[in-house]
C-alpha cells in the first residue's frame, strides 16, 4: 500500500503541506518546492539538517519520541497526525485485525433506531450493516457498499454531495486514519489499490498523506425525492469490534433537517412495502439489513432487489474495487 520508507514519505507529504508563513518563517517567494525545505523543518524541530535528511531517506530508522515530537510540532500536526508519526517512527502498530462481522446485539440496537438512519462502517469503508432509512438515503447510488467506492466511483455522488470536494477529502482522510490504526489491512489495501488505478482524484488526495478519523460533522445533501437535507454526523466507535464504527445521521427538533427526515422514513417504509414484506406496514419494517450477498465474487452488490428486514451479521470476505 505504501513505500518501504512509510516515515519518509509522510514528512515528505506533510512538509510540503506547510507554507513557511504558517511556520513564522520569511518567504522569498522564489522555491523550488512546496511546503518548507528540509534545513527549514530541521530548524524548526531543533534537529540537525543532516539527521532530517537521513530521518526522510529511510537512512535513520530509529528517532527518538522526543525528535519525532518535535518534528510533530514543526510541521504543526494535529493529534491525529501526529499519532500516525509516532505509529511510523517508534514503529507502534496495532496488532487487532480489523472487524467485517457486525454483532447481533449492535444489530438489536439499530433495531431501536426508526427515525434515523444509521448504518455500521468497516475500517475499509465497507457498510457492513444498514437500516431501512439509511437505504433510502443512499438509494440514488448504482450499490450501497462502500463510501470510498460510491464517492469516487459513482457519477451521481457529484449531485448527492452538495460539497463534494470537502466529503471526498474527508473520506480519504478517515481512510487515511483506518490505515494508520491497521497498517496491514489487505482489505484497505485493495480498496486503495483500486480506487488509485480508477479515479485520479482519490489518487491526488490520497498522495496528501492527510490523516483526519471523522468522528462529526455537519452534512449537507440532495436527495431526489425528499430534497436538501441538512443533518449532523457522529460516528461511534465500537469497540468490541476493533474498526467498526456505528453511523447515526440526525437533525434538531423542529428543523428543516427533522422534517426532512419524517419524510424520508416515510419513504423507506414505502420502499419495504414494495419490496413485498409482508409485515412491512409494522414497527419491525426499519430493521437493519446485511449489505453484502455472501455468494457475490467481490462482496459488493446493490440494493436494487428485494431486502428482508430481518438483521443478520457478515461473514464473507470483501473483493475488489470496481466502478
Not at 467506492?149 to 457529484?158: C, E, N, V
Not at 488526495?205 to 431526489?224: G, I, Q, S
Not at 466507535?237 to 419524510?263: D, I, K, M, R, W
Not at 409485515?279 to 449489505?291: C, F, G, M, R, T
Amino acid at each position: 500500500m505504501e513505500s518501504e520508507n512509510e516515515l519518509g514519505a509522510y514528512l515528505r507529504a506533510r512538509r510540503a503541506a506547510v507554507s513557511p508563513g504558517d511556520a513564522g518563517l520569511p518567504d522569498n517567494g522564489s522555491r523550488r518546492v512546496p511546503g518548507l525545505r528540509r534545513d527549514e523543518v530541521a530548524l524548526l524541530a531543533g534537529v540537525s539538517t543532516d539527521y532530517y535528511i537521513r530521518l526522510e531517506q529511510g537512512r535513520e530508522r530509529h528517532p527518538s519520541e522526543q525528535v519525532l515530537r518535535a518534528i510533530a510540532g514543526a510541521l504543526r500536526l494535529d493529534d491525529a497526525a501526529a499519532a500516525h508519526l509516532f505509529r511510523l517512527g517508534l514503529s507502534v502498530f496495532g496488532t487487532a485485525a480489523a472487524a467485517t462481522t457486525v454483532a447481533p446485539e449492535l444489530l438489536r440496537l439499530m433495531d431501536g433506531m426508526r427515525d434515523v438512519p444509521a448504518f455500521v462502517i468497516g475500517a475499509a469503508q465497507d457498510v457492513l450493516a444498514a437500516n431501512a432509512m439509511a437505504r433510502e438515503l443512499y438509494d440514488g447510488f448504482a450499490r450501497y457498499d462502500n463510501l470510498l467506492r460510491m464517492i469516487f466511483l459513482d457519477p451521481y455522488a457529484r449531485e448527492f454531495y452538495a460539497d463534494w470536494d470537502r466529503a471526498a477529502r474527508i473520506a480519504v482522510g478517515n481512510l487515511r486514519a483506518s490505515a494508520s490504526q491497521f497498517p496491514y489491512d489487505e482489505r484497505i489495501e485493495r480498496v486503495v489499490g483500486g480506487l488509485s488505478l480508477r479515479s485520479p482524484a482519490f489518487a491526488g488526495l490520497w498522495a496528501r498523506y492527510e490523516v483526519r478519523p471523522r468522528t462529526h460533522e455537519d452534512k449537507h445533501f440532495r436527495h431526489p425525492r425528499v430534497g436538501e437535507l441538512r443533518l449532523h454526523f457522529e460516528a461511534l466507535a465500537v469497540t468490541s469490534a476493533p474498526g467498526q464504527h456505528l453511523s447515526v445521521y440526525s437533525a434538531e427538533p423542529g428543523s428543516a433537517g427533522a422534517n426532512s427526515l419524517v419524510l424520508l422514513r416515510r419513504l423507506s417504509k414505502q420502499a419495504t412495502s414494495d419490496s413485498g414484506d409482508p409485515d412491512a406496514d409494522s414497527e419491525d419494517a426499519d430493521e437493519p439489513v446485511d449489505q453484502h450477498d455472501p455468494d457475490s465474487t467481490d462482496g459488493m452488490h446493490g440494493t436494487d432487489g428485494p431486502e428482508t428486514p430481518t438483521a443478520r451479521s457478515i461473514t464473507s470476505a470483501e473483493g475488489d474495487i470496481r466502478s
